[in-house]
């Protein structure tokens, strides 16, 4: 019995030792590379489309923060043509108008076709930048404000336009 047992044993081992001697180590085909992702930014150069959402205004220290999007709405990256225009309003009362027109005030630059620029630009994220109007001063009483914007690319325009 300890020659069947060992015999047995021994038929075994052969078996599990060379019985999965074939490796298929060198037919090993590599994982697909993983599709590129479709593009989230486009250069404002190259959009057709300029579309402006104020996220948020802050026209007493003439800051304001926009997204600017594109084609297929993607973030717009590159931007660097901006009119801005922010504009104060009295508190309504008898003072606040002459000949029935109400009185304001306008703190006014462009960077769209001109070599000097007064507006500081911070480009946070894809599609979001900063816009600070330099030396800003606004005269007493004004309590109300609006902001308007104008950007420019080279295939692409947003006209100037108050935004809310």
Request: aromatic share 8%.
């Amino acid at each position: 019995m300890k020659k069947t047992t060992l015999s047995l044993m021994m038929g075994v081992s052969f078996v599990l030792l060379f019985g999965c001697n074939s490796s298929d180590d060198d037919n090993v085909t590599a994982p697909p590379e993983p599709p590129e992702p479709p593009a989230t930014t486009i250069s404002i150069n190259d959009t057709s489309v300029i579309e402006v959402a104020l996220v948020s205004s802050e026209p007493e220290n003439g800051t304001m923060i926009i997204n600017l999007t594109g084609d297929d709405d993607k973030a717009v990256i590159g931007a660097n043509a901006f009119n801005l225009l922010f504009m104060g309003y009295p508190k309504p009362g008898p003072y606040s108008s002459k000949y029935k027109l109400a009185w304001h005030q306008a703190q006014h630059t462009s960077c769209i076709d001109t070599e000097e620029c007064a507006i500081a630009m911070e480009e946070l994220k894809a599609g979001m930048y900063q816009l600070t109007l330099d030396d800003l001063a606004w005269k007493n009483g004004i309590i109300r404000y609006r902001a308007a914007l104008e950007v420019k690319g080279e295939n692409a325009h947003f006209p100037m336009a108050f935004l809310n």
